[in-house]
């Protein structure tokens, strides 16, 4: 399994961007699929996760309703990224598996190379 992440780039603060995550060599197709992201000196952070035919999402505590996680098909999904503030500055990376606790780093199989997200205040 492949997942590539593109959309990322430089945002002013309020701004808004959209992330995609393009996936291929699926041997199944009941993989969920999720987004986390990484700050400088952090930690891996669950950002949202959405379930194999898009009808159950999940997000992380600080979403607070700003982003916006969906489907496209089974091989493609989107984070939509309003309000964006200087503290989501991180990379952002696709991830994908069959079964596991959606917001664990650790229960994800696959992963993408990540896209680097930058907002300015």
């Known amino acids: 399994v492949q997942l590539a992440e593109s959309g990322g780039g430089l945002v002013q603060s309020g701004g808004s961007l959209r992330l995609s995550c393009a996936a291929s060599?699926?041997?199944?197709?009941?993989?969920?699929m999720g987004w986390f992201r990484q700050a400088p000196g952090q930690e891996r952070e669950f950002v949202a996760a959405?379930?194999?035919?898009?009808?159950?999402t999940e997000y992380g505590n600080f979403v607070k309703g700003r982003f916006t996680i969906s489907k496209e098909s089974m091989n493609m999904m989107y984070l939509h990224m309003n309000n964006l503030e200087p503290e989501d500055t991180a990379v952002y990376y696709c991830?994908?598996?069959?079964?596991?606790?959606?917001?664990?780093?650790?229960?994800?199989?696959?992963w993408g190379q990540g896209t680097q997200v930058t907002v300015s205040s």
């Open positions: 991830a994908a598996m069959i079964v596991g606790t959606w917001s664990r780093v650790e229960d994800y199989e696959f």
């Open positions: 060599g699926y041997t199944s197709n009941t993989y969920i």
């Open positions: 959405i379930g194999w035919n898009g009808d159950i």
